[in-house]
C-alpha cells in the first residue's frame, strides 16, 4: 500500500538545524511532484517547499526562503527537508505530499518544535 513516512522532528534551540526525510512506497515515486507542509497550533496547514519530479524544479514559501532546502533522491524514494537558522514560528507538524494529477497522498506527520 501507498506510504509515506516522515522522520527526523524533534525538539532544536533557535539558530539550529534539522533535517526532515519522507521515505514514499507503494507508487512510482518518480511521477509525483512532492511537497513540505506544515501545521502549526491553532493555524491553517500552509506550503512549506515543493519540487518538481526530475529536481529540477524547486519553491519555497517566502517565510523560509534562504533557510530551507528541498531536495528529492528517485533511485531511493526519498525527499528531504535541511531546515537551518530555524526561529520559534516554524513550530509544527511538518508533512509530506505526493502529488499527481488528481492524486495526492500524505504522510502521518513529524513534530517539529524551536524553542530555548
Known amino acids: 500500500q501507498v506510504q509515506l513516512v516522515e522522520s527526523g522532528g524533534g525538539l532544536v534551540k533557535p539558530g539550529g538545524s534539522l533535517r526532515l526525510s519522507c521515505a514514499a512506497s507503494?507508487?512510482?515515486?518518480?511521477?509525483?511532484?512532492m511537497t513540505w507542509y506544515r501545521r502549526a497550533p491553532g493555524k491553517v496547514r500552509e506550503l512549506v517547499a515543493s519540487?518538481?519530479?526530475?529536481?529540477?524544479?524547486?519553491d519555497y514559501a517566502d517565510y523560509v526562503k534562504g533557510r530551507f532546502t528541498i531536495a528529492r533522491d528517485n533511485a531511493k524514494n526519498t525527499v528531504s527537508l535541511q531546515m537551518n537558522n530555524l526561529k520559534p514560528e516554524d513550530t509544527a507538524v511538518y508533512y509530506c505530499?505526493?502529488?499527481?494529477?488528481?492524486?495526492?497522498?500524505w504522510g502521518q506527520g513529524t513534530q517539529v518544535t524551536v524553542s530555548s
Open positions: 505530499n505526493a502529488w499527481r494529477s488528481n492524486t495526492d497522498y
Open positions: 507503494g507508487f512510482i515515486f518518480g511521477d509525483y511532484a
Open positions: 519540487i518538481g519530479t526530475t529536481g529540477d524544479n524547486t
